[in-house]
């Protein structure tokens, strides 16, 4: 039986519905994960800045590194697997690249073969039409068919970006939003929009096709805004009109009913207009979440202090 603790408005989940995997109770080589995804298989694998990949199949935790495989680099932060089951994975120090594992055989993209003067993925998202969207600074590298080709961004510093079904651009930056619709590129920012803060860390086109955004917040404004489908309409939630615990939101990710969102003080949740936190560990800035990802509705997350399976 889960216990759940209120604490502060939220929840403090202990119990067997949270698994917690450190170096102190199982085979993880590093607590600090900085990715998390689940192929097809259901293998989970996870980004570290020194050890490369790791795969977890349930049992065994595999690191996958320049010693023995094509992962030719400790730092390992950037991963996503598409709708075909293919597991993309950034890597670098000492050496750079993207790989691509269909299961059973690795493909190496060098800079060169990108188009780019270094590796530099910001985000990795995959287009209604199959296309796989790499954001770089300036620009997006698109795979599609086995080839790839470039698309400009007017701004260099992107962090993060979401590809709509309509084929409408999202990229969030350090100092504004940019939404590439109808052929051109518009800019929101903190002068001529409602944009709480120029820093987007996190955005997610939901099915209706509104737009979650995800801020940068740290100590200063942010949280979380939803721009409607129609890219008029705003709503924002903060610590001064919600229980979000952070106005710093890094991912966001939907399980058909609820969206679940990384932040630097729990896991948050928003079911419909509701929003609530869930915390693992007790005390300040202990509960700073790297990324999710969902296996159904089980949810594993990537943390600083091990890998989390929770089962709300």
């Not at 080709?149 to 260099?156: A, G, H």
């Amino acid at each position: 039986m889960s216990i759940c603790l209120c604490v502060m408005s939220s929840a403090l989940c202990i119990g067997q519905n949270v698994k917690i995997y450190d170096t102190s109770n199982s085979g993880l080589m590093d607590n600090d994960l900085w990715a998390v995804v689940v192929d097809h298989d259901g293998n989970k694998w996870l980004g570290t800045l020194k050890y490369g990949l790791i795969k977890f199949d349930g049992d065994t935790f595999t690191v996958f590194n320049k010693e023995n495989s094509a992962i030719k680099g400790d730092c390992v932060t950037m991963l996503f697997v598409d709708s075909k089951g293919n597991l993309w994975a950034e890597y670098s120090r000492p050496e750079e690249g993207v790989v691509k594992f269909d299961g059973e055989n690795w493909t190496v993209f060098t800079a060169a073969s990108l188009g780019v003067e270094n590796i530099d993925v910001r985000d990795i998202r995959e287009a209604s039409d199959g296309a796989i969207w790499f954001a770089f600074p300036g620009k997006a590298v698109i795979y599609k068919d086995g080839s790839w080709s470039t698309m400009k961004i007017p701004y260099e510093n992107i962090l993060c970006m979401d590809v709509r079904e309509d084929g409408t651009i999202a990229v969030g930056c350090d100092m504004q939003l940019l939404i590439f619709s109808n052929g051109k590129w518009k800019k929101y920012t903190e002068k001529n929009s409602e944009l709480q803060l120029g820093t987007i860390r996190g955005l997610k086109f939901r099915p209706d096709g509104a737009l979650m955004i995800g801020y940068g917040g740290g100590f200063g404004g942010g949280g979380l805004s939803v721009l409607s489908s129609n890219l008029k309409v705003w709503t924002h939630y903060n610590k001064s009109n919600s229980r979000i615990p952070d106005h710093h939101i890094r991912d966001i990710e939907y399980d058909g009913k609820n969206y679940w969102m990384a932040s630097n003080n729990g896991l948050v949740k928003k079911d419909g207009a509701d929003i609530s936190a869930v915390f693992f560990r007790e005390g300040m800035f202990k509960n700073v979440i790297s990324d999710i990802t969902l296996e159904g509705k089980t949810l594993w997350i990537a943390t600083n202090f091990g890998l989390i399976k929770y089962e709300p």
